[in-house]
């Protein structure tokens, strides 16, 4: 027991402490201040981005004033920078490799950088670059007519990007675009929120190159008309420095989730699909536990959601990791079909493609999709079983397809367990008017006789 002398000395104690922790608090608020910037570099406003940032102290706020600035603007301690938005505030990279670089990699352990307001653009690679950093958020801006250096082709070479400050040891595999428009590589807790990504070679790449890109998420943003490659992709890439075989592991994009963005119109020239998780085949990839869910993906060149994972047992190589990906609640339509080694007969919805490599993909998750205007709604080649279920499969042509032995596959052991789905009309697969199944090893009874969602999606018919 404690004397009441005592228990005035410790309560005292725990006051003072946490009067300290009190005072220590409002001394970290106290110390982080607000720069300003304008162009004329008046009324105590610095005239340059990137002075600014010269200048700032960590949790310094800088707020951008309207105007436009030709700049590329190197960010490396935790800083928040705050455009007027309104399409007022510019960073113009004209001429050079991006409009912001958000630099984990020289500065290691970065963290709590915000990016709002802005519009990047016309920058000769990405607009906006993360390397090796940590609660990145990038919301409420304008992404528009990036990669905008000539002479960049799809190579499918491991190198190629050129080797100027930002690129080149960041980058493998990205030899037509250098990374798009917003680039995520070994980043974690990021938010990329709000914003407007158009005319870009691609729209957000999550990679893998210096470090496990895991727990970011991607929501409300609109990523429409880039031509050459996907509106969002997750993609596991060889590390930096392991370009040749024998290929190093991959570090991994895992755990990230993509959630009600808008996706349209993207990849149409080359080939990119609305979503896409990949691995490019340099090396045992991995992305896994990552979560589609709830985006509108339409009229994109590669199909609404496509998995890809290109090598495996089937060459004697190891297998890629593409195991618990969930896709659910997306409305899906009006995609072009997929191509090659993961081809289809026709446009696609969703593609889960082992291509011609034998890599199972497991654990998927295909669940209460909209799925219109497809030749094939959902396609699948894995030597696995994949579970899809409570999804509206209303193309009116084929609801569910095997699609292994028109990738020419060299292993064609999965089962497709295509039970409780809605097929168009309460008869099921091959009814009137119903989409109906293709291929081997398909389950579809029982069925649903009325629509999981689209009586009550907004968009549907």
């Avoid at 009067?19 to 608090?25: D, K, P, S």
């Avoid at 979503?275 to 536990?289: K, T």
Wanted: charged share 15%.
């Amino acid at each position: 027991m404690h004397s009441a002398f005592e228990k005035r000395s410790i309560h005292g104690t725990a006051m003072l402490a946490l009067c300290a922790i009190f005072v220590v608090g409002l001394s970290w608020s106290a110390a982080a201040s607000t720069l300003c910037v304008n162009p004329s570099g008046s009324n105590g406003c610095y005239s340059k981005i990137q002075v600014a940032v010269d200048h700032a102290a960590i949790n310094d706020v800088i707020e951008v004033q309207p105007g436009t600035y030709n700049e590329y603007v190197i960010i490396g301690i935790p800083l928040s920078l705050l455009g007027a938005g309104d399409d007022s505030t510019v960073i113009d990279a004209t001429g050079l490799a991006h409009g912001i670089f958000v630099n984990g990699f020289d500065h290691l352990g970065l963290h709590d950088v915000t990016i709002a307001g802005l519009t990047v653009r016309n920058a000769l690679f990405e607009g906006i670059l993360v390397v090796s950093a940590a609660d990145v958020i990038i919301r409420d801006n304008q992404i528009v007519n990036n990669d905008k250096s000539p002479g960049l082709l799809f190579t499918g070479a491991n190198t190629g990007c050129p080797d100027q400050p930002g690129n080149g040891i960041y980058e493998t595999d990205e030899t037509g675009d250098c990374g798009g428009a917003v680039h995520l590589v070994g980043t974690v807790d990021a938010i990329v929120s709000g914003n407007l990504i158009t005319g870009n070679a691609d729209g957000v790449l999550i990679s893998d190159e210096t470090g496990e890109s895991r727990g970011n998420l991607l929501t409300h943003n609109v990523v429409k008309d880039n031509p050459l490659e996907c509106g969002i992709v997750l993609a596991s890439h060889p590390p930096s420095g392991h370009t040749t075989p024998p290929f190093a592991p991959h570090h991994g994009v895992d755990n990230n989730t993509v959630a009600e963005n808008v996706s349209s119109g993207n990849g149409v020239q080359i080939g990119g699909s609305g979503a896409g998780l990949f691995s490019d085949g340099a090396g045992p990839g991995q992305v896994m536990n990552n979560v589609i869910i709830g985006n509108q993906l339409t009229s994109n060149g590669l199909g609404g959601v496509a998995l890809h994972t290109h090598v495996g047992p089937a060459f004697g190589l190891p297998p890629d990791d593409m195991d618990g990906n969930v896709i659910i609640g997306n409305v899906i339509a009006g995609n072009l079909a997929d191509q090659f080694d993961t081809k289809t007969p026709g446009s696609v919805g969703i593609n889960i493609n082992s291509g011609d490599g034998g890599t199972p993909v497991r654990g998927t998750v295909i669940s209460r999709n909209i799925i219109r205007d497809e030749d094939v709604d959902i396609a699948v080649n894995t030597p696995a079983v994949v579970n899809l279920h409570l999804n509206d499969l209303l193309g009116g042509k084929t609801g569910v397809a095997d699609v292994c032995a028109l990738d020419s596959s060299k292993v064609c052991t999965g089962r497709i367990d295509a039970t409780e789905n809605y097929w168009g009309c309460p008869a099921g697969p091959g009814g009137p008017e119903c989409s109906t199944t293709s291929g081997s090893d398909i389950r579809f009874t029982p069925w649903l006789q009325k629509p999981v969602l689209s009586s009550s999606d907004p968009g549907g018919n």
